[in-house]
């Protein structure tokens, strides 16, 4: 693919008149907290049907859930209970990454909350969950009536997440005491049900680093489980963050993801790992729709604003900025176009090609909004302007799902083959 | 119930128009797409046939070029099907023209009631839907901004200057809808993905029967003799108030004689 489908483009305009007509305006109580981004997500899924399709998606997965753990018995691992895994999914991928671009043109905050919600929570849930727990939790997670929090992140890991995990699972009766605390937890602050990883203590002297990774699903309001009010941020105002705190928390085993300590089963380093490409592709969703927009606003003031009798477009070091920004765009949406294509095709990219797409969507969202910031001078630098958000949320793009330098450990591993 | 809207694909007005300098007329050569204002009738009717339990919208259009984008995006929103008639001779039709291949292409459909929109986007003349109820002998009621069906009487609530007017009418009728009647649906994904399967019957002047003479530029009673371009509007005087701004307003005021 090398362009948008004319189908595809009739989910593009669609969207983009939603976005105008219900995002544009709320732009300011999104930015300054008056206004939660749950309402106007819920309403995207149900203004377009895209809770009837998770529904008709759900009662799919779940039957082949079902049908897999009959035929192969209860030891056996549950893959992903979708189609055969190699089978294309007919460009369903730009059905869900077109709303992404479009929300990205005003708020990137609302697609945050949303791909936390939907793509990680429910994503989670709905791969490695037993049917009982898909039928719980899944179905009103992936509908959107539940909103969902997925915390991995600790005070003391982040980049490390996953070996420098403190947070604990201790068996109790048939069930576990949960213990630790996460931050900069997505929804924290609001979610209905969250996704937990803890590593088993098993009372062994195994090193910490080194325990298993068990996932829990845990619903707000449980007793010992604290949500913080939301941080405030640099950017994406949109979309809450904050803090769990979990002290003795009782769950039963119900609550384990998988019901199975099992590491390759529910296990929480593979279920972690699960969701890194379809996040970065995400990502450089995200990013294109940043740069769409802030080259949109910059032609647009380039052609207008005039300076000694002749618009700042007419300028060379103008014109390469724009021209910069044109390639950008070009390249990221190349990047997008060629992961909706590989799905098509029943293929994924590689950790190291998410990876690299990520790196570089991320990096030249955040250059071009902040060029485009420059472009505009003094009225760059104010909030009226929208690029001085846009340039504000862009730069997360460079710290979450893996930062940066992380990335560029991906990358080079699969290269150096170490 | 079967309804039949007319949908008119016009060129995408937030691009800036042209006009073909030899006929005077709008160059619709490009990408056409769905006028705003059917938008109303398509959602109009898809709440009739809602209401009576049963029955389907088909779409009927005329456009150059087999253009089809305007009339997938009703079909998403949940239209059955659609005809377009299409046709070189068509070039230059004026809205008589125009409504008699409307009439043509709606006759064959069958309708209990034609929907259309009060005036198009592009042209807004306004006088099509009328004609075409003319053509085919139906009563016509124009301005509704309330429309319910009872049995074989739809019943309309026309917009007037000082109100509305309540007017009953025998079916079949044509009805056009004011911008504002309900409030059009995105079209959900599922709707867009079926939408390309749904049927759209391509017809030619001579598949309805018509003398190509009497319709485009040979049929046209109408021709555009010259256009100017619209004055540029002034811009506004702006008063910064330093006290006195009341008796500036009223002063300005008074030089339009309004006062
Ligand atoms: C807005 C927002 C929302 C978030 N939402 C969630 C969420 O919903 N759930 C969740 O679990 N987490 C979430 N996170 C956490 C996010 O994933 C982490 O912030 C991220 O992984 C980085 O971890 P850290 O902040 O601890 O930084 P650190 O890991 O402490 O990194 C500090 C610096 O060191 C660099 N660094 C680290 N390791 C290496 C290395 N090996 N080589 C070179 N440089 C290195 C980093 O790149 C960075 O520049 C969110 C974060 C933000 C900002
Ligand atoms: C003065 C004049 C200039 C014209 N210039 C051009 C021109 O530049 N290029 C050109 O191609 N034609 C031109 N026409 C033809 C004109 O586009 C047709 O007559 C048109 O279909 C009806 O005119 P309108 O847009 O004013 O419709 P209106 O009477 O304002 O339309 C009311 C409603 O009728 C329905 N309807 C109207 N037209 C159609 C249609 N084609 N298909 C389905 N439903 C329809 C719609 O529901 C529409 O909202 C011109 C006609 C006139 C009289």
Known sequence: ?418 | MNVVVCVKQIPDPAAPPSLDPATNTLNRSGKLILDDSDAYGVEMALQLVDAAGGGEVTLVSMAPNGEVSGLRTALAMGAAKAILVSDDVLVGSDALGTAKVLAAAIRRAAPDLVLAATESTDGYTGTTPVQVAELLGFPSVTFAKKVEVSGSTVKVQRQTEAGFDEVESPLPAVVTVTAGVVEPRYPSFKGIMAAKSKPVETLTVADLGIDPSEVGATGARQAITSVTAAEARQSGEIVVDEGDAHERIIQFLEQLKVL
């Open chain 1, 1 to 418: 693919m090398f362009e948008w489908s004319a189908e595809q483009l009739m989910v593009r305009d669609a969207v983009r008149a939603f976005v105008e007509k219900e995002v544009k305006p709320h732009v300011a109580e999104l930015e300054h907290g008056d206004l939660l981004p749950y309402g106007i997500m819920r309403k995207l899924y149900t203004t377009f049907g895209m809770d009837q399709l998770a529904r008709d998606r759900f009662a799919r997965q779940l039957e082949a859930r079902r049908r897999e753990l009959a035929g192969a018995g209860a030891h056996q691992t549950p893959t992903d209970g979708g189609a055969p895994a190699r089978q294309g999914d007919g460009g369903a991928a730009a059905m869900t990454l077109i709303p992404i671009i479009e929300l990205c043109h005003y708020c990137p905050g609302i697609v945050t909350a949303m791909g936390v919600s939907i793509g990680l929570a429910a994503g989670t849930v709905l791969k490695r969950g037993t049917p009982a727990q898909m039928e719980r939790w899944g179905l009103e997670l992936a509908t959107m009536e539940k909103i969902g929090a997925w915390a991995i992140t600790e005070p003391g890991s982040g980049s490390d997440a996953l070996g420098g995990m403190l947070a604990s699972a201790r068996r109790d009766g048939d069930g576990y005491l949960l213990n630790g605390s996460k931050t900069f937890i997505t929804n924290g602050p609001y979610a209905d049900t969250i996704v937990f990883y803890a590593k088993l203590d098993d009372g062994s002297d195994t090193p910490v680093r080194d325990r298993k990774v068990l996932t829990f699903v845990l619903d707000a309001g449980t007793p010992g489980l604290v949500q913080s009010p939301p941080f405030a941020k640099m950017g994406l105002h949109s979309s809450p963050t904050g803090e769990l705190f979990l002290s003795d928390v009782r769950v039963g085993r119900d609550h384990l993801l998988g019901e199975t300590e099992d590491e390759a089963g529910g296990g929480g380093r593979e279920s972690a790992k699960d969701n890194f490409v379809q996040e970065r592709a995400g990502v450089a969703a995200m990013a294109l729709g940043v740069i769409e927009a802030c080259l949109a606003l910059s032609v647009d003031y380039a052609r207008e604003r005039t300076l000694w009798g002749q618009p700042i477009g007419d300028r060379q070091l103008v014109q390469l900025k724009l021209a910069k920004m044109e390639v950008a765009r070009l390249n990221v949406a190349n990047l997008v176009f060629r992961h909706i294509e590989l799905s098509a095709a029943g293929k994924q990219l590689t950790l190291a090609e998410a990876s690299a797409m990520k790196l570089y969507a991320a990096q030249t969202a955040s250059e071009v909004a902040m060029e485009a910031v420059q472009l505009f001078g003094g009225n760059g630098y104010m909030s009226e302007f929208r690029v001085e958000q846009l340039a504000r949320d862009a730069k997360v793009f460079q710290i979450y799902a893996g930062t940066d330098e992380i990335q560029v450990t991906h990358i080079a591993k699969a290269l150096l083959g170490t």
